[in-house]
């Protein structure tokens, strides 16, 4: 994970500031949505003076990427006001674009401050089974699809990468941290966040129709994602994403989530859209 959020810098110049880099091999070949969405933010981070920090973005995937291939990012420097700046991240592929953000950010100053609690009767993460836990019988190739990244998880009530356990409820919690420590520079910490904002906020959508990972024929593409920085926090030690649903219809649908420290802040706040296809199933014999 680190080695792909360390972009490289280009000589290429246009009227936009150019970076390169690769991909984490994936087991289906197409690149994770979070890793670009982390990777533009960088991107976008290295035009700006390190106490202008990000608060908050809102980006597109245009085009499942290749994960084979390596990904060229254009930062447009939209604007740099006295307080906030403002930054445009095309990631390409091929010279096609894959995904699309725009961020905005802003020097730190004080202000009021409130944030919604977080939930207090929930399972610490010590007290939840690992994801191995829940994979056995499952096919290697299938498992590396859980098992191969860089990310620890832990479900509340159950992960629904084979079933559905429980109440079929829009909603649902999961525990998560990188699994070794990485550096203290607050901007990797950030990234790694974006990078972990997108693993299962899709679920809190599956859940409430018991439509588990694993279902044959099933079809889920992220459309949009959208992020707000509130404080700041360490990726590396265990944070609880709160995760829900407002809504699903015509084939998409949205999950917002919380995602919090253990001592309770809450460090961001996510929304993202999907495009979810259920196979149908088949008629009855006549």
Known sequence: MLAVLDLAGSDARTTEDIFTGVSQSMPLGRVYGGQVLAQSLVAAERTLPDERVVHSMHGYFLRPGDSAKG???AVD????GRSFSTRRTQAFQEGVPIFSMIASFQDEDPGVEHHAPMPQDLPAPEELPDVEAHLQGLHPMSKRLFTDRPV?????????YLTVDGAREPSQAVWMKVRRPIPDDPAIHRAALAYLSDLTIQES?????????ALRGLKVASLDHAMWWHRPGRADEWMLYVQESPSARGGRGLATGRIYAQDGRLLASVAQEIMVRV???PSAAS
Do not use: M
């Not at 420097?77 to 740099?80: F, L, P």
């Open 71 to 73: 990904i060229t990012f």
């Open 77 to 80: 420097r939209i604007h740099d």
């Open 152 to 160: 620890d998880l832990r479900h509340v009530p159950s992960p629904i």
């Open 205 to 213: 959508i599956l859940r409430a129709h018991g439509i588990p990972w």
């Open 279 to 281: 196979p149908e199933e």
